[in-house]
């Protein structure tokens, strides 16, 4: 679906209805993955092969990334700390209706605040709220600055941005965390398989 057609320019990935009987929809249990990090981490990257990973497995998903939802749902927000804080919420309720019908929805955004992303674990049941943390430095991420953000906030033409002049508060509980440092280059792919191998054992993933 192109921007143009997806007016609250969502990115979003489903399989096939037709390979799922309504019977199967209705067993599927959904659940949110939170997918939270520093800008540059590989949130969006890892999202989206997490996506195509459960879409071979027959799951559907609904990704609602950060940057996109700005553009649509929540364009009229700011990035100071009170409206970050209803940029989350809004997210949360919206990842929540998805994971209410059965859908696997997976969050990808900065989400700053640790108090915010506790905000939302609280509207789920437990374990339906699935944090991921991509553990990635600082110093990685500004290196590859794919959108030339960090370079912007460092010349003071971007005010608050995480991670330069406004903090990122790390999870201290979260699920899994997905961790690249150094030489240590761990695949998009193979981050996707580690949740959801998580989300096997957890049973999230049974018909």
């Known amino acids: 679906m192109s921007t143009m057609e997806n007016p609250e320019n969502i990115v979003w990935h489903k399989c096939s209805v037709e390979k799922l009987d309504r019977q ?105 709220f699935i944090e991921v943390y991509m553990d990635v430095p600082l110093h990685v991420c500004e290196n590859r600055d794919p959108k030339g953000l960090y370079k912007l906030a460092r010349a003071g033409k971007i005010k608050g941005f995480t ?6 508060e790390p999870p201290l509980k979260c699920e899994i965390v997905l961790q690249q440092k150094g030489t240590d280059c761990v695949t998009p792919g193979e981050m996707a398989e580690t949740v959801i191998s998580y989300l096997e054992e957890k049973g999230y993933l049974q018909a």
């Open 24 to 128: 199967q929809l209705l067993k599927q249990k959904g659940c949110v993955i939170w997918i939270t990090g520093l800008s540059g981490s590989g949130k969006s990257t890892v999202a989206c092969a997490l996506s195509q990973g459960l879409h071979m497995r027959g799951r559907l998903t609904y990704i609602l990334d950060g940057d996109n939802i700005r553009h649509g749902l929540n364009r009229d927000l700011s990035f100071k700390a009170e409206d970050r804080a209803e940029n989350i919420r809004r997210i949360a309720e919206v990842a929540k209706l998805f994971a209410d019908a059965g859908v696997i929805c997976i969050a990808s955004l900065i989400s700053p605040y640790g108090k915010d992303r506790d905000a939302c674990r609280a509207l789920f049941p437990e374990g339906d």
């Open 163 to 168: 991670g330069v002049d406004d903090p990122y």
